[in-house]
């Protein structure tokens, strides 16, 4: 199955949502926007509580047993038509290089469950390491670039049509594991 990511104007990626499930075949095509959990810390440091947010503000990304070039002749008219929906994001000059490559695909696929979302983790710091035991980043510990335990967030990098780009996901450190 192939990935592909349609820049729409920011804040408009639900109302775009939508108007592709509403037009495309469910079958072949499935269009979902990658969300996750978000620290919201209370004032006065009186607790935290989750709230949802679009993970790629600005992205649409879509899963089709479409060739390009089918998929292509297929989504023009549609996308046409969807007055928010810009381009497809594509690889270098080549603008019908339009499918995420499988091994940037297999970096982002692990993080979203079955739901396209990435929840919140869990973790302690082990060293002067973090070990994460539950959420989107289990397992990816090696990928985390940068920790705020304030604001109980860790970033990763991952690669998606030929850019870096970093992700922030929730992580709760629940404790310091003594080392014995």
């Not at 690889?91 to 499988?102: A, Q, T, V």
């Not at 692990?110 to 035991?133: A, H, Q, W």
């Not at 870096?164 to 594991?177: G, H």
């Amino acid at each position: 199955m192939n990935w592909f990511v349609l820049l729409v104007r920011t804040a408009t990626e639900e109302r775009v949502l939508k108007l592709l499930e509403k037009n495309l075949d469910k079958d072949i095509h499935i269009p979902f926007i990658p969300k996750k959990d978000w620290p919201h810390i209370e004032a006065n440091n009186a607790g935290v509580r989750k709230e949802t947010k679009i993970c790629f503000p600005g992205y649409v990304f879509i899963k089709s047993h479409e060739c390009v070039d089918e998929f292509i002749a297929s989504m023009r008219p549609i996308i046409d038509n969807i007055k928010e929906a810009y381009y497809f994001l594509y690889y270098g000059e080549n603008r019908r290089d339009i499918s995420m490559r499988e091994s940037e695909r297999v970096q982002i696929e692990p993080l979203l469950n079955r739901d396209y979302y990435m929840e919140s983790s869990c973790g302690f710091i082990e060293g002067d390491r973090v070990k994460v035991t539950s959420g989107a980043l289990m397992g990816l510990d090696s990928r985390i670039v940068k920790i705020d335990k304030r604001k109980r967030t860790a970033v990763i990098d991952v690669n998606m049509l030929g850019d870096t780009r970093q992700i922030t996901l929730m992580l709760e450190v629940l404790r310091k594991e003594a080392i014995s």
